[in-house]
């Protein structure tokens, strides 16, 4: 194995610190990552899945990569992976975030740390107005005036919203807000299930100036639940896109919100120079919504739309202090999503003049995948394995594995494969690989190949098998470890759910203190005008 140069928790504090780019990535798998904390600006990265994302978390295979986990057992394999994947600087974190912990730095909970962190030092500094579940439900009741847009992506509005809301999410509350509430004596309710987009989004049509009253509502769904109040379920309506009129207001007010968040702007060819500059990393991101991005995008571009980025930003943007450039249509939703990431400290985000220009492409962006090319599987389809006693092991996700998979298939993670093998098939003749993603059941075979087994990989994986229409069977009889996922309050037992839920409220509003001990946000927060 490649040899990882190791470094001091002060040194790697120096590294966030000063102004070179910089890749800090937790090779942990999720769950690890979140419950057992981590480094405020890591960038979560599971050694599992670490080739599937290092291209789009890190494109430039020379910059500066640093590595952590809890203990550093992981960092060998991690810096192994990096090497064949052609990356040229990098190092470690000794002793992981145990050495971080005892050398008195901050370790933090949770997932989307700096920008949950972000969210409730904005409520916080510009004042955002609230309103509880009990008094917008009172409002309702009445029948007042109001509208409840929901911030979230259609899936988690699909899964639970408040009756009556409609589906508006994050950058496209400013672009259709007015389509929403064109009376300016409407009040307008923003939530999310708990703190963030709520405030956010309720923040960004006050900053954009929409002549309504705004107000977030206090602790999302959750605080709808704590209320006694019943969710709605499976709803699916959503603020239509904005007609000639309100568009023209969105772009107005998006631009003077623009010009006071001192959000800078680039045209094509300063694009195709950012493009050839070999020293400097750079993300360009398509803020549409993702049906808008697969109906037709600039070639080079990344879907992420602007409330997702703002809200996850460390899930997308790999290099810390690289260049963002943001691409819209109408310029709205770029606009907002780059006032926001200026005021998260990201020193150098542009909006690109001009809207989509060029041919465009449509489909999902291009994944590229470093040294799959070079695989060459034995590949087993599901008819013929079905017929086999081959071993399965599926390698996608936990989660999933428990809603149904191939009977009697055994689940770990990849980083856990080979241990799973010593324990489960060790006189196995025929091993047979799957997981949800085919990419990744191909990386997990050439894991273990080369031992006395045959290693075979499920031809289109575990929609292959459900598409040949064989049997699934559900439950976690052979479930080795759960750690891959983080589960949301929603997702524990019952029982569980509304002590954690409780328990998630507090994190995230005592994240501003932890924030102001840790010492290394940059967060300039936008008052209102």
Not at 243 to 263: G, I, K, S
Request: glycine share 8%; charged share 25%; proline share 6%.
């Amino acid at each position: 194995m490649v040899a990882t140069a190791m470094l001091t928790p002060q040194q790697v504090k120096q590294a966030i610190r000063d102004d070179r780019e910089l890749a800090l990535l937790d090779v942990r798998e999720e769950r690890a990552f979140s419950d057992q904390g981590h480094l405020l600006f890591a960038a979560p990265a599971p050694l599992s899945r670490l080739e599937l994302m290092i291209d789009a978390l890190v494109p430039r295979r020379d910059a500066r990569v640093i590595l952590v986990d809890g203990d550093g057992s992981r960092i060998a394999r991690a810096g192994a992976v990096l090497a064949r994947c052609g990356y040229a600087d990098v190092s470690a974190l000794a002793g992981g975030t145990k050495a971080w912990a005892a050398a008195g730095f901050e370790v933090f909970t949770g997932t989307n740390v700096p920008s949950k962190a972000f969210g409730e030092i904005v409520e916080v500094e510009t004042g955002t107005p609230h309103l509880s579940a009990a008094e917008v439900a009172a409002l309702q009741a009445k029948g007042a005036d109001l509208v409840v847009l929901d911030s979230r992506p259609m899936a988690e509005f699909l899964d639970m919203s408040i009756p009556g809301g409609l589906d508006c999410p994050g950058a496209e509350l400013v672009h259709r807000a007015r389509q929403a509430a064109p009376n300016p004596e409407t009040l307008v309710v923003v939530n999310c299930a708990g703190r963030t987009r709520s405030i956010i989004g309720a923040q960004s049509l006050i900053n954009a100036k929409l002549p309504n009253r705004v107000v977030a509502l206090e602790n999302g769904t959750m605080g709808w639940e704590f209320a006694g109040l019943t969710l709605a379920h499976g709803q699916t309506i959503t603020v239509p896109p904005p007609e000639p009129e309100t568009l023209t207001w969105a772009r107005a007010a998006a631009a003077d919100l623009a010009r006071r968040a001192e959000v800078k702007r680039c045209t094509p060819a300063d694009l195709a120079r950012f493009r050839a500059d070999a020293t400097r990393s750079l993300f360009v991101f398509d803020v549409r919504s993702p049906e808008e991005y697969l109906a037709g995008h600039m070639p080079g571009t990344r879907s992420a739309a602007g409330g997702q980025l703002v809200q996850s930003t460390d899930q997308y943007v790999g290099t810390l202090k690289s260049r963002i450039v943001l691409v819209d249509a109408e310029d709205v939703r770029a606009l907002v999503t780059a006032s926001w990431l200026n005021q998260l400290g990201w020193p150098e985000v542009y909006v690109l003049e001009g809207g989509l220009a060029g041919p465009l492409e449509t489909g999902p962006e291009p994944r590229r995948v470093p040294g799959l090319g070079d695989l060459r599987p034995d590949w087993i389809d599901a008819t013929a394995l079905a017929a086999t006693d081959a071993v399965i092991f599926d390698i996608g996700s936990s989660r999933a594995f428990k809603a149904g998979h191939i009977p009697g298939a055994w689940f770990c993670t990849r980083a856990r494969l080979a241990e799973a093998v010593a324990a489960h098939a060790a006189d196995a003749k025929t091993i047979v690989i799957t997981a949800d993603d085919v990419a990744l059941a191909m990386l997990g075979a050439a894991d273990i190949a080369g031992g006395q087994a045959r290693v075979r990989v499920l031809m289109g994986g575990n929609s292959g098998w459900r598409a040949a229409k064989l049997p699934v069977e559900t439950g976690t009889e052979r479930l080795l470890g759960q750690d891959d996922v983080w589960l949301a309050p929603s997702q524990f037992p019952p029982e569980q759910q509304e002590a954690e839920k409780r328990r998630y409220i507090q994190w995230e509003l005592d994240l501003p203190e932890q924030i102001r001990r840790d010492g290394d946000a940059r967060f300039r927060v936008l008052l209102p005008a």
